[in-house]
C-alpha cells in the first residue's frame, strides 16, 4: 500500500506550516503540499511588528524560519504544486498533483488562505508590470510625474491613494459604491488631499495602450454608460478573497466562500480540518492564522491516535 | 543586501563576466518586496532541478544594477522585480512585476530548452 502519512496540510501559509510543526513535533507523520510559495501571504509582508515575542522582522525571515522548525521536526514539504483533485470524504483521503501522483492521509488540514482580489478584465495581464500594479510601495516610483487611478474604495485604497501623490501629479480613486468602506480619518485624508480626485460608483471595464497602459474603460454603474479615461498607471486594491474555490461541493462554506469550523476547527466532513485567513472569523492576521493551527494540528492529532486505534482493532 | 537562499550579483562586472562564462542565466533584480519574494522562492526552488541554469539576483536599488535597469529589453517596465534571462551573453528574455512558478518554468523551457 502506498504511504498514507497521519496529517497532509494543504497551504504553507502561517497556519498550515504551524499545523505542520505542531503534528510533525508530535510524531505524526504530516506533509504540506503548497500551491504557491512557501509563507502565504506572510512573504508578502514587509514588515512584522506586531507578532509578539518578534520586535520586528520581515514576513520573507518569518516564513523561512517557520519552514525550518517544520522541517526539522520531520515534515514534509512540497511548494508550488498543483492540486486537481480532491478525495476527502473517505477515511483515507486523498489528493492527485497535475503531474498524477497521488498522495494519502487519514487526516487533512485545508490551510489555503486568500489573496488580493483581481478585477479580471481584459487588458488586466497584458499590463502587469506595465501600468497596472497591487502594490504602491513597490511600484510608485515608476509612475513619477504621471496621472494614475486607483480603484478600490476601503482603507488600503484610500492609504495608497495618498501615498501615491509623493509621486504621481494626479491621482483618480474609482470605487464601485457612493461611500467608502475605510476608517473616517482615511477617507478624510484622502479627500483633503489637492492631487486626488474620485469617481464613485464606478468599475473599470477594460485596460488599453501599446507598449504600456494608456487608458481605462470606466462603467457608471448605475447609468451603464462607459467612457474611456486617460492612465499611465492603475493600482488595484480592491481586497481579498478566500483560496476555496477548489473546495466547492466538497466541505461546507458561508455565502463568502470561507469554510465553516467549528471551534475545535472541525469542517463537517470527520478528519477534515480548517485553519487561517479560509476559515469564516473576522481577524485575518498571523497571530490568528498561527493560532487556528495550532487548534487544528491538536485537534486532528487526537483524531488520527483514535482512528487508527479503531483501525488496529478492526483488523 | 537581499537576503535570499539564492547568490546575489554585486556588481557590473560580475554580471558580465558570469553570463559569458554560463550559457543560461536568469536574474532577478528586486528588492524584498512582495512582489519579488515570490520570484526569488520560485527560482530558490529551480536551482535544485534545473541544473542547466545558474540563477542570481540583483539589488535593484545599488548603482550597479543600472546595467539591467537601463537595459533596452526593459524599456517601460514599471513594476518590480525586473527579470532577465540571459542565453549566451545575450538577453533572452526579460520580465516586468511578480511572475508565477509556471510562467517561470515556461520561459525557462521556452529560451533554455526543457
Ligand atoms: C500585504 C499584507 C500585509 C500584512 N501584514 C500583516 C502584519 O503586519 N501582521 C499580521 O499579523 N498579519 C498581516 N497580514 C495578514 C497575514 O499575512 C495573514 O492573515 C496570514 O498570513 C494568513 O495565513 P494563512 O496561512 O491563513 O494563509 P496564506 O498566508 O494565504 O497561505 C496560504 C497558502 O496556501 C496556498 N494554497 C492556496 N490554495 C491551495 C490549495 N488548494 N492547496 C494547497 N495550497 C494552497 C497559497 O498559495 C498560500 O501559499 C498581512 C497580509 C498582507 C497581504
Redesign the interface.
Known amino acids: 500500500m502506498d504511504e498514507v502519512f497521519d496529517v497532509m496540510i494543504l497551504g504553507a501559509g502561517a497556519a498550515g506550516l504551524t499545523a505542520g510543526i505542531y503534528t510533525s513535533r508530535a510524531k505524526f507523520s504530516t506533509l504540506i503540499l503548497n500551491e504557491?510559495?512557501?509563507?502565504g501571504q506572510m512573504?508578502?509582508?514587509?514588515e512584522v511588528a506586531n507578532y509578539p515575542g518578534v520586535e520586528k522582522t520581515?514576513g520573507?525571515?518569518m516564513a523561512g524560519i517557520m519552514k525550518k522548525q517544520a522541517k526539522e521536526f520531520g515534515c514534509k514539504i512540497k511548494?508550488?504544486v498543483k492540486i486537481t483533485e480532491y478525495d476527502l470524504g473517505e477515511k483515507v483521503k486523498s489528493v492527485t498533483l497535475e503531474d498524477g501522483r497521488v498522495f494519502k492521509a487519514w487526516s487533512v488540514i485545508l490551510a489555503p488562505g486568500g489573496k488580493s482580489r483581481t478585477l479580471n478584465i481584459p487588458g488586466e495581464d497584458k499590463f502587469?508590470?506595465?501600468?497596472?500594479?497591487?502594490?504602491a510601495?513597490?511600484?510608485g516610483e515608476?509612475?513619477t510625474g504621471k496621472e494614475i487611478v486607483v480603484v478600490g474604495g476601503g482603507n488600503s485604497a484610500l492609504e495608497e491613494a495618498v501615498a501615491l501623490t509623493k509621486y504621481v501629479t494626479k491621482v483618480t480613486v474609482v470605487h464601485q459604491f457612493d461611500h467608502f468602506q475605510a476608517f473616517e480619518h482615511a477617507v478624510r485624508e484622502a479627500q483633503s488631499n489637492p492631487k486626488i480626485e474620485f469617481i464613485m460608483e464606478s468599475t473599470l471595464t477594460e485596460f488599453t495602450g501599446n507598449?504600456?497602459l494608456e487608458r481605462v474603460t470606466i462603467k457608471n454603474i448605475p447609468t451603464e454608460e462607459t467612457y474611456q479615461y486617460p492612465a499611465q498607471?492603475t493600482f488595484i486594491f480592491i481586497g481579498y478573497s478566500p483560496n476555496t474555490s477548489a473546495f466547492k461541493g466538497i466541505v461546507e462554506m458561508n455565502e463568502r466562500e470561507e469554510i465553516i469550523t467549528n471551534s475545535e476547527m472541525q469542517t463537517n466532513l470527520p478528519g477534515v480540518f480548517a485553519a487561517g485567513d479560509s476559515i469564516v472569523k473576522r481577524y485575518r492576521q498571523i497571530t490568528t492564522a498561527v493560532a487556528d493551527g495550532t487548534i487544528a494540528a491538536l485537534t486532528a492529532a487526537e483524531y488520527v491516535a483514535k482512528t487508527k486505534k479503531e483501525e488496529l482493532v478492526l483488523n | 543586501m537581499l537576503?535570499t537562499a539564492l547568490q546575489e550579483i554585486e556588481t557590473a562586472a560580475e554580471l558580465k563576466k558570469i553570463i559569458s562564462e554560463n550559457e543560461n542565466v536568469m536574474v532577478c533584480c528586486g528588492?524584498?518586496?512582495?512582489?519579488?519574494?515570490?520570484v526569488y522562492?520560485?527560482m530558490e526552488?529551480l536551482e535544485e532541478d534545473r541544473e542547466d541554469v545558474k540563477f542570481f539576483t540583483m539589488a535593484f536599488d545599488s548603482p550597479e544594477a543600472n546595467i539591467i535597469r537601463e537595459d533596452p529589453s526593459c524599456l517601460?517596465?514599471?513594476?518590480?522585480p525586473f527579470t532577465m534571462y540571459y542565453k549566451k551573453g545575450e538577453v533572452a528574455h526579460a520580465?516586468?512585476?511578480?511572475q508565477s512558478?509556471e510562467k517561470i518554468k515556461a520561459v525557462l523551457n521556452d529560451k533554455f530548452g526543457k
Do not use: H, K, W
Not at chain 2, 520580465?95 to 511578480?98: A, F, G, L, V
Open positions: 504557491g510559495p512557501i509563507g512573504v508578502l509582508t514587509n520581515t520573507y525571515a511548494s508550488n502587469r508590470g506595465s501600468g497596472i500594479s497591487y502594490c510601495t513597490c511600484d515608476f509612475f507598449e504600456s498607471g | 537576503q528588492r524584498m518586496g512582495p512582489m519579488c519574494i515570490p522562492e520560485a526552488e517601460g517596465f514599471m513594476g518590480l520580465t516586468s512585476s511578480i512558478m
